[in-house]
């Protein structure tokens, strides 16, 4: 029977997690569609996604430390202040991600050979990238703006509004890469003006939300030292904690693309199919992240406590079906992305890796997500530097090379990784607990 601790957790959570696997699912439609044009073009729509994750990382960065500060706010019912929050932070964002795309704009080339790109694709991939960078700006001020809403507890919202962007980006898919009706068929351009329409409409619409809330009638666009003291003192952990991520990735990814275009392609469908569950456990994470914050205060302890127990539960229930459904539909999922027999054998096997990991990604994600809202950011940026910075490249490189397992030992290495930081955040969640809750003071507004 459910309990009304579960019915508020999965009110906020369930959204926040589907419209995660519908963020990824912008991707794997990419992928889908442009699968049937071959494997070269799989592995150059591939190849841009760390460029891509690269500059999202400073805008889910920013927008993790808004939900967090308008979730504190909320809870304490200071609820004209979410604008001014998100004023002050859309100038920072717009100065920041706004240089950082004209140079990827500018080297994009050298970054995707960096990447590990081959030449029998790269002009492919360059053809995607410049089309797509402008979509990746879109969607980090869209980031931004539902950022807001999620720090309210309007995960609904939010689900709705991308829901709607993904539908116009398939529907732009298929009419611009097959060119159906009177449209030319323009391949992989095709896909990233796709891309483009879909994050086109997810800003319109949220801002759209946003304005008849109200929110833009609030506070000033003008930087202050104390909005900047709060800002920096919750976005800092947060960012680094994602930015050692995204290297740890990129040095991961880099190995992988260097095993060939066959392998690499492998990789990417199982890394994106992988992706589905792991914006679900984002979601769960965001969730554990909203009431968290809701409840930071020291008379709320209780309902935070509670709230622990009932993310963790979930996260082994979700977890738990998302295991068996990937294990025993392993080649069915993966005949779906890729139409070379080839590629089956390879593919069934690692796509048994993405069913194994649900379990610590998901655990890990969620102990996470409650650690930032409780002013544990740095810390939790300490253990992912190690695992993933240090330890999972290494990893990798031992099993791949040195032991010559190829991309199994690429994903095992994947696991490992996982495993550990959920140990970690285990760890560090369970020492909070036991020393008694306490609210965490940021410096306000």
Not at 114 to 138: C, E, H, K, R, S
Not at 236 to 258: H, N
Not at 304 to 314: D, E, F, Q
Request: hydrophobic share 50%.
């Amino acid at each position: 029977m459910l309990t009304s601790y579960d019915k508020n957790y999965l009110r906020i959570g369930l959204p926040a997690a589907l419209e995660g696997v519908l963020m990824i699912f912008l991707s794997n439609a990419d992928i889908i569609m442009v699968g049937s044009l071959g494997t070269a073009a799989i592995a150059a729509v591939s190849i841009f996604t760390q460029p891509r994750m690269i500059l999202l990382t400073v805008a889910r960065s920013v927008a993790a430390a808004v939900t967090i500060l308008v979730a504190e706010r909320f809870g304490r019912d200071r609820h004209d202040t979410y604008g001014d929050i998100l004023k002050k932070t859309m100038v920072l964002v717009a100065f920041a991600l706004g240089s950082a795309h004209i140079l990827f704009f500018l080297c994009l080339d050298e970054i995707l050979l960096w990447m590990g790109a081959q030449y029998d694709y790269l002009p492919d991939a360059l053809l995607y990238g410049t089309w797509t960078l402008p979509a990746v700006f879109i969607t980090s001020l869209t980031v931004l703006m539902q950022a807001v809403m999620f720090g309210r507890g309007e995960s609904m919202t939010v689900l709705s509004i991308n829901m709607q962007g993904n539908v116009v980006n398939v529907v732009l898919n298929a009419v611009l890469i097959f060119g159906l009706g009177p449209f030319p068929q323009l391949g992989v351009l095709g896909a990233a003006l796709g891309t483009i329409g879909g994050a086109v409409w997810s800003f319109v619409m949220s801002m759209r939300i946003l304005l008849i809330w109200g929110i833009f009638r609030q506070g000033s666009y003008r930087l202050t030292s104390a909005y900047l003291r709060e800002f920096f003192g919750v976005f800092g952990g947060i960012f680094s904690e994602q930015g050692f991520e995204r290297i740890g990735m990129v040095l991961y990814t880099r190995m992988v693309a260097e095993l060939g275009t066959v392998a690499y392609a492998v990789h990417s469908i199982a890394m994106n199919f992988c992706d589905f569950y792991y914006n679900f456990c984002n979601g769960m994470g965001k969730a554990s992240t909203v009431l968290a914050g809701h409840n930071r205060a020291i008379e709320k302890s209780e309902e935070w406590r509670r709230y622990l127990w009932t993310g963790m539960r979930w996260s082994l229930i979700f977890s738990t079906g998302a295991f068996l459904l990937t294990y025993v539909l392993r080649s069915e999922i993966f005949g779906i992305y890729a139409h070379d027999p080839a590629l089956f054998p390879l593919g069934s096997l690692i796509i048994a890796y993405v069913a194994v990991v649900s379990f610590p990604e998901a655990y890990q994600m969620v102990c996470a997500g409650i650690l930032r809202a409780s002013g544990k950011t740095t810390q939790v940026a300490a253990y992912s530097f190690v695992s993933i910075t240090i330890l999972r490249p290494i990893i990798t490189y031992i099993l791949v090379y040195e032991f010559q397992m190829g991309l199994e030992g690429a994903w095992l290495s994947l696991a490992i990784d996982q495993s550990t930081r959920a140990l970690c955040a285990a760890s560090l969640l369970r020492s909070v607990y036991r020393k008694g809750y306490s609210a965490p003071l940021y410096p306000s507004l």
